[in-house]
């Protein structure tokens, strides 16, 4: 099998794992949709792959919104009639300690981690249905496995964004070729840490990092890694930690 040729939507797309992910596939040959909020960053992200010969395209949106996640698929579809694969990639993490009361973060958390997958998912599987095929992955983190210090809030998103995708891959994959992956990443260099303004929460995070972070490369290695495997062969989850990371 190869990744040549696949249309994929990639949301949280204009920095980080996302913006990875697109330059990687588009290195491969698969025709990228980014998309994030902020179109200035999608607007460079193109350009470089397109300056590298790649095929990409982009569309301001905002997971929280089903409307726009709809938007987004039919964007899509009017380029190029298909979806092959949908990376729910957009995330936050403003870790901290639950009696700081920092319920506005909380929600966005929900509202971004939780509810931006589920617009995403809802957003792919009608057409994924239609074509009786497809890919859907998402980007969670190591901790929807365990529960860091100052990170009850942002790991019960993930542990959620497990339960979610194992649910999917339950349900679709005995009536059709649609496969689930989740991808869980240690520690990464990425800007989710500027969301943090928890200065306990920055402490606590800083006394557990490791010397040797991931790169946003890792992660779209592995996520390319499980596009293109074979129809007959689902990667359901990846766990990709730094070497030097103990938990």
Same mark, same amino acid.
């Given at each position: 099998m190869t990744i040549e040729g696949k249309v994929v939507v990639i949301t949280g797309a204009s920095s980080g794992i996302g913006q990875a992910a697109a330059e990687k596939l588009a290195e491969q040959g698969a025709k990228i949709i980014l998309s994030a909020r902020r179109t200035e960053r999608l607007q460079e992200t193109v350009n470089r792959?397109?300056?590298?010969?790649?095929?990409?395209? !982009?569309?301001?949106? #905002? +997971?929280?919104?089903?409307?726009?996640?709809?938007?987004?698929?039919? &964007?899509?579809?009017?380029? !190029?009639?298909?979806? #092959? +694969?949908?990376?729910?990639?957009?995330?936050?993490?403003?870790?901290? &300690?639950?009696?700081?009361l920092k319920v506005n973060e909380w929600n966005r958390m929900v509202d971004v981690n939780i509810k931006g997958v589920l617009n995403g998912i809802a957003a792919a599987i009608p057409t994924m249905e239609k074509q009786k095929e497809g890919h859907i992955l998402n980007v969670s983190s190591v901790a929807g496995h365990r529960v860091g210090m100052a990170g009850a809030v942002y790991s019960g998103t993930k542990f959620a964004v497990r339960a979610i995708t194992e649910g999917l891959r339950m349900e679709l994959s005995p009536t059709s070729k649609i496969r689930t992956t989740i991808i869980s990443p240690g520690m990464v260099e990425t800007e989710l840490i500027e969301t943090i303004t928890d200065e306990d929460a920055i402490g606590a995070l800083k006394s557990r990092a490791t010397s040797q972070p991931l790169k946003a490369e890792d992660i779209a290695n592995a996520i390319a890694y499980a596009i293109e495997q074979p129809e007959w062969a689902s990667v359901n989850e990846i766990i990709i930690r730094p070497t030097t990371q103990g938990s």
């Amino acid at each position: 099998m190869t990744i040549e040729g696949k249309v994929v939507v990639i949301t949280g797309a204009s920095s980080g794992i996302g913006q990875a992910a697109a330059e990687k596939l588009a290195e491969q040959g698969a025709k990228i949709i980014l998309s994030a909020r902020r179109t200035e960053r999608l607007q460079e992200t193109v350009n470089r792959i397109k300056e590298a010969n790649g095929e990409a395209s !982009y569309y301001t949106a #905002d +997971v929280t919104s089903l409307e726009e996640m709809q938007d987004l698929a039919n &964007f899509a579809l009017d380029a !190029y009639n298909r979806i #092959d +694969v949908w990376i729910n990639n957009a995330g936050l993490m403003p870790l901290s &300690f639950m009696n700081k009361l920092k319920v506005n973060e909380w929600n966005r958390m929900v509202d971004v981690n939780i509810k931006g997958v589920l617009n995403g998912i809802a957003a792919a599987i009608p057409t994924m249905e239609k074509q009786k095929e497809g890919h859907i992955l998402n980007v969670s983190s190591v901790a929807g496995h365990r529960v860091g210090m100052a990170g009850a809030v942002y790991s019960g998103t993930k542990f959620a964004v497990r339960a979610i995708t194992e649910g999917l891959r339950m349900e679709l994959s005995p009536t059709s070729k649609i496969r689930t992956t989740i991808i869980s990443p240690g520690m990464v260099e990425t800007e989710l840490i500027e969301t943090i303004t928890d200065e306990d929460a920055i402490g606590a995070l800083k006394s557990r990092a490791t010397s040797q972070p991931l790169k946003a490369e890792d992660i779209a290695n592995a996520i390319a890694y499980a596009i293109e495997q074979p129809e007959w062969a689902s990667v359901n989850e990846i766990i990709i930690r730094p070497t030097t990371q103990g938990s």
